[in-house]
């Protein structure tokens, strides 16, 4: 069952520009979120989770349980932001359900 | 830091052939996972293990099997390698009550 959904596969902005990754999930409790991150021959690590409410590298995630979404968001893309972005959700004993994943692409 | 770390990065195998992918934690974490990652289809779970002796399936168990003797080490098995299973294979930990995963570097495992 798809319980993390991540609409757009490739979004490419210019530098400077907003950027915002949708991310929407399946479940009628309290949900436990994350943004995964990929960069270019790098593993992938943890960026930011819901419960912390921090800004990571100027992104930001609000948990809206209303919309059942948890979309990311950073006002001024820089270069550095080219990665494969993942939301995932906690579905129970620490097992995660990642999405589709997100290919960003800023353009200088 | 933790570290996770995986034998090997590229893997080239024949079909049906038996192929083991190891990996190691350095941080005594309970929690291993195996995930197979493909483009357009994100990371999908294949097994999980919280202890030593442990395993679970995830949602594409299908093929593969595990192991796990030692805490530190987890390791993948596909019993007689397919085409289908061409594909990126990463491998993470976690304490039990925390939910950050740590990765590995990956495998890309191509099954000709």
């Known amino acids: 069952a798809q319980r993390v959904t991540q609409p757009e596969k490739l979004l490419s902005v210019f530098k400077g520009a907003p950027v915002e990754l949708k991310c929407n999930y399946s479940?009628?409790?309290?949900?436990?979120l994350f943004w995964y991150v990929q960069y270019s021959r790098q593993r992938l690590q943890l960026l930011l989770r819901?419960?912390s409410r921090e800004s990571i590298k100027g992104f930001t995630a609000d948990l809206n349980k209303g919309e059942t979404s948890f979309h990311l968001k950073k006002p001024f893309a820089q270069e550095e932001d080219s990665a494969m972005y993942y939301c995932a959700f906690n579905y129970g004993n620490n097992r995660l359900a990642f999405g589709k994943g997100n290919q960003v692409v800023v353009i200088p | 830091d933790v570290k996770v770390t995986q034998s090997s990065r590229y893997l080239v195998k024949r079909t049906g052939e038996k192929v083991f992918l190891e990996c190691v934690q350095d941080m005594d974490h309970e929690n291993m996972f195996w995930y197979r990652q493909d483009p357009g289809l994100g990371l999908r779970l294949i097994y999980f293990?919280?202890?030593?002796?442990?395993?679970e399936k995830g949602d594409i168990p299908e093929g593969y099997s595990v192991s796990r003797e030692k805490k530190e080490r987890f390791s993948l098995i596909l019993e007689s390698a397919s085409t289908n299973q061409t594909s990126m294979y990463l491998c993470a930990s976690s304490y039990p009550q925390v939910n950050e995963q740590f990765f590995g570097p990956g495998t890309r495992l191509t099954v000709l």
């Open positions: 819901h419960i």
């Open positions: 479940y009628s409790g309290s949900p436990e």
């Open positions: 293990s919280y202890d030593v002796k442990m395993k």
